[in-house]
């Protein structure tokens, strides 16, 4: 039995284990590594799809006008216009992003008169395709012109406590300068300056006003007005006070008449003694006269 050896005990059992599992290793650690590259390059297909496909957004852009500010004043466009960008998708979602375009619309070399203008855009990407709506527009081009207005304050104190009453404001700016085109300056009839009084006002209020330019129907004008506000103070009292004043200067009126009348009848009450008298000299004069005749 001693001389018997175990079968994993011979050298050439143990090589051929050893190179069954460096066959098996090797064979798990290949497939594993051509699966990860395998999906790896599958990913990276992917996303290089992703980012050379195209992709399409539509942005609401402002309108930039060119024009000789200090000469013109144009009206008639819209403020914003729509922009639809196409292009590969990386492109479209960075600019639509950042924004870093610009839409215009070019009158510099337009006078005075009603203009149809193409609307542009600037600092695209060339590979980015953009389509605005609306294409063009019309405008309206008009010499800038400049007047000063004095400015009116409208008090509004329906709401006041029947206890008091608001006296008549003060603005610390009495003119403005409005600015705009020729026919809506042409058209300003006033500036005003709306204060509404609150309910609980006890005393002297102060508000801090935007003014209006409004026209002859009270409409408000497309002008820019400078300053565009004023402060306004509105004076307020109560009823009651000012009846007490009323009360008594009243009274300080009849004290002084009674006293002018007083004073009257004193005056006439003397000058009737001065002429009794004066008419008693004259009688006594009289008589001594006649006597010594006699």
Excluded: C
Aim: avoid cysteine; charged fraction near 20%.
């Amino acid at each position: 039995m001693g001389k018997n050896k175990g079968f994993f005990s011979h050298k050439w059992v143990m090589r051929l284990a050893s190179l069954v599992l460096a066959i098996l290793l090797f064979a798990y650690v290949n497939g594993s590594k051509n699966g990860f590259l395998r999906q790896n390059t599958r990913n990276s297909n992917n996303e290089n799809s992703v980012l050379m496909s195209d992709k399409s957004v539509t942005l609401k852009m402002p309108l930039d006008i060119t024009v000789d500010n200090s000469k013109y004043v144009v009206t008639g466009y819209p403020q914003y216009v729509k922009v639809r960008l196409n292009g590969p998708s990386a492109l479209v979602t960075t600019t639509s992003n950042t924004q870093n375009f610009k839409v215009y619309a070019d009158l510099s070399k337009l006078g005075a008169g009603k203009h149809r203008v193409p609307i542009k855009t600037s600092s695209l990407n060339s590979e980015l395709k953009a389509t605005v709506a609306p294409r063009n527009i019309t405008v309206q081009i008009q010499p800038r012109r400049t007047v000063n207005v004095k400015v009116s304050v409208r008090l509004n104190a329906r709401n006041l406590d029947d206890n008091y009453q608001a006296g008549r404001p003060h603005a610390d700016v009495d003119s403005v300068q409005v600015t705009g085109a020729q026919d809506e300056v042409r058209r300003v009839n006033r500036v005003v300056a709306y204060v509404v009084v609150p309910r609980d006002a006890k005393s002297n209020i102060q508000r801090q006003v935007t003014l209006q330019a409004l026209d002859r129907n009270g409409q408000t004008l497309n002008v820019v007005i400078w300053p565009a506000t004023t402060n306004v103070t509105v004076p307020i009292s109560s009823k009651d006070n000012d009846s007490s004043s009323q009360s008594e200067s009243a009274s300080s009126s009849d004290e002084s008449s009674s006293s002018e009348s007083s004073n009257k009848k004193r005056v006439q009450t003397q000058s009737s003694s001065s002429s009794i008298s004066s008419n008693a000299d004259s009688n006594s004069e009289s008589t001594a006269t006649s006597s010594s005749q006699s």
